[in-house]
């Protein structure tokens, strides 16, 4: 247990150099706490990102899986009130529902994983920035007229993730495997038949 506290303690000796460096970088208190919030987002951006990545690429076959189950039932559901069979159509829609929620709550978890960094950023920020106060310049509805580090912090992050977000789809790691897939027979993706095909179609679609 002593060891465990000695190696805590010595990565969060590490990363505190490293993170308070880029406070330091300008020689302006104030400015350089604005650069060293924006470069502190964008670590939180970045490692919260590669996360989801990663999470996302061990989750896939199964995010795959949980969607394709989906919708199958509720084309079944679909197929089961085109043929008036109400019974079949409860059953199948019950299900299909209960899928679509597993598959729901699983992507609401992957999407989590990005953001995690963002608690420890605020943690440690409080050890090094608990005393900075701001006067706001304008009064803001629900704010306090002084405000503290996390009204600088939460604020940036959330322009540097509208940014990331837009950059996205040049960067390498992140724009998505769009290369198309061989399948073999009978193992080609189901297509969710719409209301919309239904009426089309003045019945199922195909």
């Not at 303690?9 to 208190?29: C, E, G, H, K």
Request: net charge neutral.
């Amino acid at each position: 247990m002593q060891e465990f506290h000695e190696i805590f303690a010595s990565i969060y000796q590490w990363l505190d150099v490293m993170l308070i460096s880029t406070f330091r970088l300008l020689s302006n208190p104030v400015s350089g706490f604005f650069f060293g919030t924006f470069i502190l987002s964008l670590w939180c951006t970045l490692i919260g990102e590669l996360t989801s990545l990663g999470v996302g690429r061990i989750n896939r076959a199964h995010l795959k899986k949980l969607e394709q189950e989906s919708i199958r039932l509720h084309n079944l559901s679909v197929k089961a009130i085109i043929h008036k069979d109400k019974e079949s159509y409860r059953a199948c829609n019950k299900m299909a529902n209960e899928a679509w929620g597993k598959y729901f709550f699983a992507t609401i978890s992957q999407g989590a994983a990005s953001v995690w960094p963002v608690p420890f950023a605020l943690a440690w920020m409080h050890t090094r920035f608990e005393a900075i106060e701001f006067e706001l310049a304008y009064p803001i509805p629900l704010l306090p007229e002084v405000v503290g580090y996390p009204a600088v912090f939460i604020p940036m992050y959330i322009l540097v993730r509208i940014c990331f977000a837009r950059l996205k789809p040049w960067l390498p790691l992140f724009h998505g495997d769009d290369a198309p897939k061989v399948r073999r027979p009978g193992q080609e993706e189901e297509k969710m038949i719409t209301w919309a095909d239904v009426d089309k179609h003045k019945g199922l679609p195909g």
